[in-house]
């Protein structure tokens, strides 16, 4: 069975730095890209970033680029997304996501997710 | 970028009727079309790819089509259990954007 859970959210004050992780159980990590999607409150859904398999492809929205990192490490199953130079707008669920793919594609399973706050 | 259009953005049905919700690609994406359902307070659900493919063990009664930039989603006879919010995705390449998505009430 394909499990996501993540961890690392939290109130951050804006201008802070958080990191998130998601840890991966129930498949081949390596063989699949991963995903961060995130839901401010009351909105829709936004893709923020992807990696591929081997960690060698990123790719990011416009909104993170420059302020976001995603990264994995495939010997733990795990992946993140550090969070930097955080704004108010940057307040949402940060959800993971399983790849269908190596690199690009749709989502097949989603994590719970984690509350990041980004307030003072 | 690729912008991606649902219509409408909310709608009210009774049960039994049939739903259609749309999503528009400002360029051409193929096929690499993907709808999610999420209900209130839960995770987002995958529910078809590439345009029409039903994902496994969602309820034949959803099903997707395609025509050049346009895609329908359509929920042949609605069920209470179907009130969620859906949304379309494009996965040809980044970014792999949503539309703004279709909240569905009973």
């Known amino acids: 069975e394909v499990q996501l859970l993540e961890s690392g959210g939290g109130l951050v004050q804006p201008g802070g730095s958080l990191r998130l992780s998601c840890a991966a159980s129930?498949?081949?990590?390596?063989?699949?890209?991963m995903s961060w999607v995130r839901q401010a409150p009351g909105k829709g859904l936004e893709w923020v970033s992807t990696i591929s398999g081997g960690g060698y492809g990123t790719w990011y929205a416009d909104s993170v680029k420059g302020r976001f990192t995603v990264s994995r490490d495939n010997s733990k199953n795990t992946l993140y997304l550090q969070m930097s130079s955080l704004r108010a707008e940057d307040t949402a669920v940060y959800y993971c996501a399983k790849v269908i793919a190596v690199a690009g594609g749709f989502f097949d399973y989603w994590g719970q997710g984690t509350l990041v706050t980004v307030s003072s | 970028d690729i912008q991606m259009t649902q219509s409408p953005s909310s709608l009210s049905a009774s049960v039994g009727d049939r739903v259609t919700i749309t999503c528009r690609a400002s360029q051409g994406i193929s096929n690499y079309l993907a709808w999610y359902q999420q209900k209130p307070g839960k995770v987002p659900n995958l529910l078809l790819y590439?345009?029409?493919s039903l994902q496994s063990g969602v309820p034949s009664r959803f099903s997707g089509s395609a025509s050049g930039t346009d895609f329908t989603l359509t929920i042949s006879s609605l069920q209470p259990e179907d009130v969620a919010t859906y949304y379309c995705q494009k996965y040809d390449i980044a970014p792999w954007t949503f539309g703004q998505g279709t909240k569905v009430e009973v």
């Open positions: 129930g498949f081949t990590f390596t063989n699949y890209a």
């Open positions: 590439a345009a029409s």
